[in-house]
């Protein structure tokens, strides 16, 4: 439920030179080989991966590929995975393919464990995904991995509950702090939402809507800018709401969140497209009561929207078998019957084909009262930007928010003052493991 997402365009080359990274597998200034051999040629490929079902989809490709088998690994996610794969692509003995969560590419470019897929890419491959969703496991014009399922942010809310206080569902975050503090005068007991301060990917995804640029690299070094004007416009607007009151400041997926949720407390919740999973299983009994709409805009004249969750198919350096797990990542997360496979056991495929009501089939029940439901995810979808590039401690920089916030919260500080002593954990970080910092 809380996976993180990540939108990285930067130089591979100047990622694997800042990581300093010398491995022997890489090619010219440590970069990975280029795909070679035939895809057709048999194989037997290791596929580690996380995604609850996707042994059916596996299951299909060994059905239409008899001398090109698959066998399923079911793994961890996150941190836990690339520590795993890491140890692996070391002792040679990693899986050919791997999920990959779009988080941890950066960190797996820089130690030279994802394989280079750029010459197994063609136009129509390529063209199957929007640009945005691209960029995910695109660095410098080059690919390492294809990208699987995405979570566009959108706003869902309780229709019956606005439609029985009068309230419409708002256009901008203006109008979203209005209706906050309507929301508390009609009804005490009730909160438009709550404000999370211990997941920090759902914060990337507000401050990827606003513009935030956190990462950039030019001549090797790096500039990060975690409090740049975007992040602290989005924090200062989130934090004088939850200092006045207005809304909540409790953490999400606990289970006075989950009361809450259910009994009408909380009306609204800003998530990601696979939020109506959660939903389900969070508010069983109020099937047909929830909607979506386009996340609230900073300007009126702008729709945008940023990503929470999202996973990539990515191939190892170790691999002996390049060119056919490349072909097998390819078919995943392109191919219409794989696409249709993917939607059923849950995932929202980054594939723009993979995104239509025919594929996805009808709404989930507890969106019942939306027959539109995947078509107006779809066009959120298209809105859906990132951040330019992404750090290589990233890990750092959200454990810093992760860890300020609450006390941000518990004693109703000024929230853009936690982007400033990230920022510094950032810098102070990189400079520590060695990277060059602007």
Do not use: H
């Not at 197994?120 to 294809?146: E, M, Q, R, V």
């Not at 206080?165 to 109008?175: A, I, L, Q």
């Amino acid at each position: 439920m809380r996976r993180r997402s990540l939108l990285a365009a930067s130089s591979a080359a100047m990622l694997l030179a800042a990581c300093g990274t010398g491995d022997d597998e890489g090619g010219e200034n440590g970069a990975a080989p280029a795909i070679e051999g035939d895809e057709n040629a048999p194989a037997n490929l290791v596929f580690w991966a996380w995604a609850e079902n996707i042994q059916q989809v596996v299951d299909l490709w060994n059905s239409k590929n008899p001398t090109q088998k698959v066998q399923l690994s079911g793994q961890a996610a996150s941190d836990e995975l690339v520590s795993k794969f890491l140890t692996a692509v070391k002792a040679g003995n990693a899986p050919d393919v791997v999920q990959a969560e779009y988080q941890a590419l950066p960190t797996l470019i820089t130690n030279n464990a994802l394989a280079d897929l750029t010459s197994a890419i063609d136009d129509t491959t390529k063209s199957a995904f929007p640009a945005g969703t691209w960029n995910l496991t695109s660095f410098g014009g080059a690919t390492y991995g294809i990208p699987q399922d995405v979570g566009p942010m959108m706003l869902f809310y309780r229709e019956d509950i606005f439609t029985e206080m009068g309230f419409s569902v708002p256009k901008t975050w203006e109008e979203f702090g209005v209706l906050a503090k309507a929301v508390r005068q009609k009804d005490p007991k009730k909160y438009l939402t709550t404000f999370s301060p211990g997941d920090a990917g759902w914060l990337a995804g507000f401050a990827q809507q606003a513009g935030s640029k956190w990462w950039s690299n030019s001549n090797d070094a790096w500039t990060v800018a975690v409090n740049d004007e975007a992040t602290k416009k989005m924090l200062s607007f989130w934090g004088g709401l939850v200092n006045s009151g207005d809304l909540l400041g409790d953490p999400m997926y606990t289970p006075q969140w989950n009361s809450q949720m259910s009994d009408g407390t909380i009306i609204a919740w800003p998530s990601a497209v696979w939020g109506a999973g959660v939903l389900t299983g969070v508010t069983p009994g109020l099937a047909g009561k929830w909607k979506a709409a386009p996340m609230p805009q900073w300007s009126a004249s702008e729709q945008y929207t940023g990503f929470w969750g999202g996973s990539s198919t990515a191939v190892s350096t170790s691999s002996t078998q390049k060119a056919q797990a490349a072909k097998f990542a390819k078919w995943l997360n392109s191919d219409p019957e794989a696409l249709a496979a993917l939607a059923k056991i849950g995932l929202y495929p980054a594939a723009s084909a993979g995104q239509t009501a025919e594929v996805l089939g009808a709404p989930p029940a507890i969106m019942s009262a939306q027959p539109d439901y995947y078509t107006t995810a779809a066009a959120i979808a298209k809105t859906a930007r990132g951040f330019d590039s992404w750090g290589p401690n990233t890990n750092v920089t959200y454990g810093a928010f992760e860890d300020l916030l609450p006390t941000a919260v518990k004693n109703k500080t000024d929230f853009t003052a936690v982007a400033d002593q990230v920022q510094n954990t950032s810098l102070e970080d990189l400079k520590k493991q060695g990277y060059q910092v602007a």
